[in-house]
């Protein structure tokens, strides 16, 4: 008889030795290097079953076994066994007891689509651009520790050691303390966002995907967004770095002079990032204000400060942030008073005819927003080397000067922060104008 023609008997997983040390337990977790599985009696009709369970995850596929065992010493043994033959690939070897279909966890990318497709029917607040930062905020936090396309990622890997690889594989990047400090305030930033996509009402979003999670605890049968919150419990609770201590340094007046004088240059050949710094020098706005700042934005006054001093100054208009149609601010509404040359430079390089033309002149949102976050803040970095920003050091450097000559209530305006008094809040109706800043300002 050719002994190829022969079966090979099964091979055994484990054998039923009793030990002392073998009690009863419902439940309890083994590792194998670093892996961790749940062995379990499951719950049937309210009783405990009398043979365990096994469960873990491999690659973001879920295996769910019975062990064939009704005692913690077998259970602990073969659960073992079993989780290393899935680990080294041995399928064949889970295959020789009785195995529950494998459940595909869903993907990243599944888990983004039904985000972005309904988290407006949960968060009528959401802007399309904000959850757009939440979702491209949890890919770069995968694409740190998973190589390859962050969307193919099983949401199985959404867990605390993914939070400390991260963290781990951005921070080396740096090159000098400047730049760790940097790395972990972008780190820090890049998790929160990514948390934000998994609050409470995200979480309706993904009804009807293959989430993991255990089914049940202590017998109470859980739902799929609860056993989903859970799940999730080691990657939105693991702490973030400690974020590095921000001193905010004033800007000497030559490096306002020098920006100043290097930005008349851009007047022809880069109009569109010359208006960009006026926005941000003059009026101090956000990022987003400035790259979704429209002509009818802009309303023409004439008016005249008299500052403390018995200086003078001339408002020609304002720029005037509240919600719109197409835009919603991100904080307080509110005006920002424009000197008249300041109004004459912005409508000269801006081309914007039509109110709604965007003062900043752009091909596409894209090359507007790279203008706005990209290109200005390479124009500027030269100047604020050692801040912790950089436009946005010309918005903290504004409302400096507007403290400084009229005080901070009037800063506070300027910024368009909401009124902290009483009065502010709830009973003024006018308010004594805001001198705005002007070229004088910036040394020229």
């Known amino acids: 008889m050719d002994t190829q023609d022969t079966p090979l008997p099964p091979r055994v997983l484990y054998q039923k030795i009793e030990t002392p040390e073998d009690r009863e337990d419902d439940f309890f977790e083994v590792q194998v290097a670093g892996k961790t599985a749940r062995v379990f009696r499951p719950l ?6 009398k043979s365990y369970y096994v469960k873990f995850y491999i690659g973001g596929r879920q295996v769910l076994q019975s062990l064939g065992v009704d005692t913690k010493g077998f259970a602990a043994e ?8 899935a680990m080294e690939g041995r399928w064949d070897a889970l295959d020789q007891s009785r195995l529950r279909p494998a459940r595909s966890v869903c993907t990243i990318g599944e888990l983004i689509e039904a985000y972005e497709t309904k988290i407006q029917s949960f968060s009528v607040k959401m802007k399309d ?11 770069s936090v995968l694409r740190r520790v998973y190589p390859g396309d962050a969307d193919e990622v099983r949401a199985s890997a959404l867990t605390s050691e993914l939070v400390e ?12 303390l400047v730049d760790r400090d940097s790395k972990i305030r972008g780190a820090n930033a890049a998790l929160r966002n990514a948390r934000a996509m998994f609050c409470d009402a ?13 089914p049940s605890v202590n017998g109470q049968k859980l739902s799929p967004e609860k056993q989903f919150s859970r799940f999730l419990e080691g990657f939105l609770t693991t702490e973030t770095l400690a974020d590095p201590r921000i001193e905010h340094m004033r800007m000497a007046p ?3 002079w020098q920006m100043s004088q290097a930005a008349l240059c851009l007047r022809d050949q880069f109009p569109a990032l010359y208006v960009a710094h ?35 100054r001339a408002i020609a208009g304002a720029m005037v942030i509240k919600p719109r149609p197409e835009w919603i601010p991100k904080k307080s509404s509110g005006e920002v008073p424009i000197a008249p040359a300041v109004w004459r430079e912005i409508r000269r390089y801006s081309g914007a005819a ?33 801040h912790a920003k950089t436009s946005y050091e010309l918005r903290r450097w504004a409302a400096t000067i507007v403290a400084r000559r009229q005080g901070d209530e009037y800063a506070e305006r300027f910024l368009r922060h909401a009124p902290k008094t009483v009065a502010g809040r709830h009973y003024l109706t006018d308010h004594a104008p805001i001198a705005p800043i002007t070229f004088r300002d910036c040394g020229l």
């Open 202 to 214: 995200a979480l309706k979003c993904y009804r009807g995907l293959s989430l993991p999670g255990e």
């Open 78 to 85: 073969g659960a073992k066994l079993k989780l290393r033959a």
């Open 165 to 176: 690889k991260f963290f781990a594989a951005y921070v080396t990047e740096a090159t000098d």
């Open 354 to 386: 039509n109110p709604e033309d965007f003062l900043i002149p752009a091909r596409t949102k894209t090359e507007r927003e790279w203008i706005v976050d990209r290109d200005h803040g390479n124009f500027v970095r030269q100047w604020v080397q050692g």
């Open 129 to 139: 651009r904000t959850a757009a930062g939440y979702t491209s905020a949890l890919r």
């Open 44 to 49: 049937k009709h309210g009783k405990r079953q």
């Open 254 to 256: 030559e490096s306002i």
């Open 278 to 312: 006026l926005l941000f020098r003059h009026l101090a706005l956000r990022n987003d204000e400035a790259e979704n700042a429209r002509l009818g934005w802009l309303e023409k006054r004439s008016d005249t400060v008299t500052l403390p001093n018995g200086e003078r």
